[in-house]
């Protein structure tokens, strides 16, 4: 049996303060009926308005995909190189975590981080807003991803449309954002687009699961942030009544999986924390891909743990950073 750790990486007080805010705030805003109460919610989930004046040399707009779910997207625009690169800047479709239940497109420190990126990446991040379980299940988010996707290509855009290359799109996503981008990819594989084209996939510490209690889960029960009880909790928020987590959208490569290897599948880059309950999944995944006959990389922190890369303070934020730029860089230098 796996032996516990008590012991954790010291990290900046900044992040144990919010990591401790956070899962606060995650167990008292969900009810035991397995709903959860959007308005106490928030209070721990502070929201950013858009900035047509920049910020860093980047702005943002918000744009209305439907109305009626509630479907939008934040894209950020950096000002500094959108008109000097003749080949116009790549654009990245980014989806945020939460686990399919909280959080959203306009959450502050959602908000600052893909600022991050599209400053220190100089690429459009396209930030959607899908919809959230448990009032909106399985396959409600990963419609809304892909239905992102299909409004960009067929839609001209002001600032946009003139700046970006379609054909050097990526898809992004952290935890629930890694999952989603995978099926968004999978749907996007029954489409014909007519401008855009997927060469790269990005997921930073991807939430996926299967009925197994693998090493990582059973050793660190007690981590930062995402624990059993909560995971747990979500993917049954999220999964259609009576599924279990062998479910194909949490256990891609499981038995219930499908077969990708014939699919065209983008180059993926997988990074991981190594106090990351959910580290062991993340390494099938990559696994799976290689498997597959996929282009996959795998990029770990050894003491890190789930959600690191939105803190700045850490060092290893920054370095994950300049991994997804070099093979960003490496893709873009691939498909000329």
């Given at each position: 049996m796996a032996q516990k750790v008590?012991?954790?990486?010291?990290?900046?007080?900044?992040?144990?303060?919010?990591?401790?805010?956070?899962?606060?705030?995650?167990?008292?805003?969900?009810?035991?009926?397995?709903?959860?109460?959007?308005?106490?919610?928030?209070?721990?989930?502070?929201?950013?308005?858009?900035?047509?004046?920049?910020?860093?040399?980047?702005?943002?707009?918000?744009?209305?995909?439907?109305k009626s779910r509630d479907l939008w997207f934040r894209l950020y625009t950096p000002t500094t190189n959108t008109t000097s690169d003749s080949a116009g800047l790549p654009v990245i479709f980014y989806f945020h975590g939460g686990g399919f239940s909280l959080l959203a497109a306009n959450s502050r420190f959602m908000d600052d981080f893909c600022y991050r990126l599209a400053r220190e990446l100089s690429a459009f991040i396209i930030s959607v807003n899908y919809r959230l379980a448990p009032e909106h299940r399985f396959p409600s988010q990963y419609d809304d991803g892909f239905d992102a996707l299909k409004y960009i290509d067929s839609t001209e855009i002001e600032g946009f449309s003139s700046y970006a290359n379609l054909n050097h799109c990526f898809v992004a996503g952290d935890s629930a954002g890694g999952n989603l981008a995978h099926h968004v990819i999978i749907k996007a594989n029954e489409y014909e687009f007519s401008n855009i084209k997927l060469i790269g996939n990005i997921s930073f510490q991807p939430f996926l699961g299967g009925e197994e209690r693998t090493e990582s889960e059973l050793r660190l029960t007690n981590a930062p942030f995402i624990t059993i009880e909560r995971t747990d909790w979500m993917w049954r928020a999220f999964l259609p009544e009576g599924s279990n987590r062998d479910h194909p959208a949490v256990n891609i490569f499981g038995p219930n999986g499908s077969d990708i290897s014939g699919m065209k599948f983008p180059a993926t880059i997988v990074v991981m924390g190594g106090y990351d309950p959910l580290q062991d999944w993340q390494k099938r995944y990559?696994?799976?891909?290689?498997?597959?006959?996929?282009?996959?990389?795998?990029?770990?922190?050894?003491?890190?743990?789930?959600?690191?890369?939105?803190?700045?303070?850490?060092?290893?934020?920054?370095?994950?950073?300049?991994?997804?730029?070099?093979?960003?860089?490496?893709?873009?230098?691939?498909?000329v």
């Open positions: 008590s012991q954790w990486p010291q990290l900046p007080w900044k992040a144990n303060l919010f990591i401790s805010v956070m899962s606060f705030g995650v167990d008292i805003v969900r009810r035991s009926n397995g709903t959860i109460n959007r308005p106490l919610l928030k209070i721990f989930d502070v929201k950013k308005s858009p900035s047509k004046k920049p910020i860093n040399g980047v702005k943002t707009t918000d744009i209305t995909i439907d990559y696994e799976g891909l290689k498997m597959s006959g996929k282009e996959a990389y795998l990029v770990e922190y050894p003491n890190m743990p789930h959600s690191f890369y939105i803190y700045n303070e850490l060092p290893e934020s920054g370095l994950s950073i300049e991994k997804v730029k070099d093979f960003m860089q490496k893709q873009l230098a691939s498909n």
